[in-house]
């Protein structure tokens, strides 16, 4: 079935139909009609939830933290400030290996104070533990929240969901919703391994000393560092589950085939422009007017920005003449975050492309169809000129 809804209840309509069981909520422009759709879903009967309103947004991780812990499929959503004031629950809740996923609508940091969009709230926790997926349009904000609960129940860590405040968190597109049964058939009901049990008393996340010692069978635990070891490799190895879990996903619902990078007209491309979010989609114009001047350009979408996919950024880069980073957030101090990260990933290539850095959009402001014309020009023809300091898009003053 079709619909034509906005990106908030494209996100609201995955939660439900992934059959969750505990959601805590706290209002926050621009997610709160996510949450408010959830809670019509629970008063309507169409969704057998308990619905948790909290007094802050860190509450809403710790309810979500205890209802997991207790062994319930469980869901928030957030943006901006209200992801910072989580950040010790976030914490917690990677540490404790936790299959949480929690909606972001992407919205800059105050302050100054701001309620538009761009990518700093997320991007500024990155190195949380928490797995981080980026959205282009509704459906694909539908399906990852799908996607989202089937690797966070398997890896065993929590996922976010990010997609871009207003631009499309409160714009209407049609998309596709799939059928409960289909739904079911790709995942299953949360079967947690280890949860709170009165029939099976246990603590969880005790004081752990630095070193390690033996448990209550004699066994050998690991200590602080031995643990921290473990989930950054099982983060790395998510990369190989988000594979399977597209791949998945495309034999039940037919949409899979590009888990880490969403290409338009790169196959004979000399220039690569990646990014995140909607802009990869308002890209696509300003590509095709310059492959109708002659320059062979496009465009990747990257869909998972934690773990990092640096051997599909290699895979899909390497051998190119340019690579143009554009991007709605900043590393304060250093570079665009992402531009970091792309030039770490291409320095074992063999052939590696120039790298460019453009920053665009921060709170909000315009992205203009021109002017990311005129930076592709720009970084096509004055590469030299450009150098290693990121450019930026739009400034006015």
């Known amino acids: 079935m079709h619909v034509i809804e906005s990106g908030n209840v494209a996100a609201a309509t995955g939660v439900k139909l992934a059959r969750v069981q505990v959601i805590a909520a706290y209002p926050i422009t621009p997610q709160t009609p ?33 209802a997991s812990t207790a062994g319930a499929r ?3 959503a957030t943006s901006a400030n209200g992801l910072l004031y989580m950040n010790e629950q976030l914490h917690w809740a990677a540490g404790s290996r936790l299959p949480l996923v929690m909606c972001v609508a992407n919205r800059g940091v105050g302050a100054p104070w701001t309620v538009w969009n761009d990518h700093q709230d997320t991007i500024s926790q990155r190195d949380l533990g928490w797995i981080q997926l980026y959205c282009a349009d509704h459906q694909q904000i539908h399906d990852t929240v799908l996607k989202a609960f089937k690797l966070a129940e398997t890896v065993s860590i929590p996922v976010m969901v990010c997609y871009d405040g207003y631009l499309l968190s409160h714009t209407y597109m049609p998309f596709e919703l799939p059928e409960q049964e289909e739904v079911d058939a790709f995942l299953p009901p949360f079967a947690p391994t280890h949860f709170l049990n009165p029939e099976a008393p246990r603590n969880f996340n005790s004081v752990t000393l630095p070193d390690v010692r033996p448990d209550l069978h004699g066994n050998t635990a690991p200590g602080y560092m031995e643990i921290r070891k473990t989930l950054q490799g099982d983060l790395r190895r998510s990369l190989t589950e988000i594979e399977a879990i597209d791949e998945a996903f495309g034999e039940i619902f037919g949409r899979s085939g590009t888990p880490f990078l969403e290409p338009y007209c790169c196959d004979d491309a000399d220039y690569v422009v990646l990014c995140m979010g909607s802009l990869s989609y308002q890209l696509h114009d300003v590509i095709d007017t310059l492959r109708d001047e002659g320059v062979k350009i496009g465009v990747m979408g990257l869909k998972v920005y934690r773990p990092f996919p640096d ?37 074992s290539a063999e052939t590696r492309p120039a790298v460019n850095n453009y920053i665009l959009g921060l709170g909000g402001r315009e992205i203009k169809t021109q002017h990311l014309y005129d930076a592709l020009t720009e970084s096509i023809n004055n590469e030299a000129a450009i150098g290693d300091e990121p450019q930026w898009i739009g400034l006015k003053l």
């Open 74 to 76: 469980a869901f928030t």
């Open 311 to 347: 051997a599909a950024i290699r895979e899909a880069l390497c051998g190119r003449k340019r690579v143009i980073v554009f991007e709605k957030a900043l590393s304060y101090g250093n570079q665009g975050a992402l531009y970091a990260d792309v030039k770490s990933a291409l320095y």
């Open 34 to 66: 996510l949450t408010e759709k959830l809670s019509e879903f629970v008063e309507g009967g169409e969704l057998p939830a308990e619905y948790i309103p909290v007094e802050s947004e860190h509450s809403a991780m710790a309810v979500c933290i205890a």
